[in-house]
């Protein structure tokens, strides 16, 4: 069974740094493409980041130069570190394995940048 695991969301003021974690289990967890994804109330979900297997990260524009995603093979977990974060950040953020037709999500984990 296939279980992504996200935590570290939460309350930050704007300029704020905040980190995420996914934990994975139930898959071979280096050969996944990792990804996070957030949605906004009222939006679709979109891509954040996603982290290859090689290691190739790719960003949204809107957090280019702002967040950074990595993996921790060795601990089945990809990480979101979010710094300078601004009130339209406001999202749940979603952790994401990919690989062929196996493609599995986490439950979420809220992020609220407010002052």
């Known amino acids: 069974q296939v279980q992504l695991v996200e935590s570290g969301g939460g309350l930050v003021q704007p300029g704020g740094s905040l980190g995420l974690s996914c934990a994975a289990s139930?898959?071979?967890?280096?050969?996944?493409?990792m990804g996070w994804y957030r949605q906004a109330p009222g939006k679709q979900r979109e891509l954040v980041a996603v982290i290859t297997s090689s290691s190739i990260t790719n960003y949204a524009d809107s957090v280019k130069g702002r967040f950074t995603i990595s993996r921790d093979n060795a601990k089945n977990t990809v990480y979101l570190q979010m710094n300078s974060l601004k009130p339209e950040d406001t999202a749940v953020y979603y952790c994401n394995a990919h690989r062929g037709r196996g493609d599995y999500w986490g439950q979420g984990t809220q992020v609220t940048v407010s002052s």
């Open positions: 139930g898959i071979i967890f280096s050969i996944y493409a």
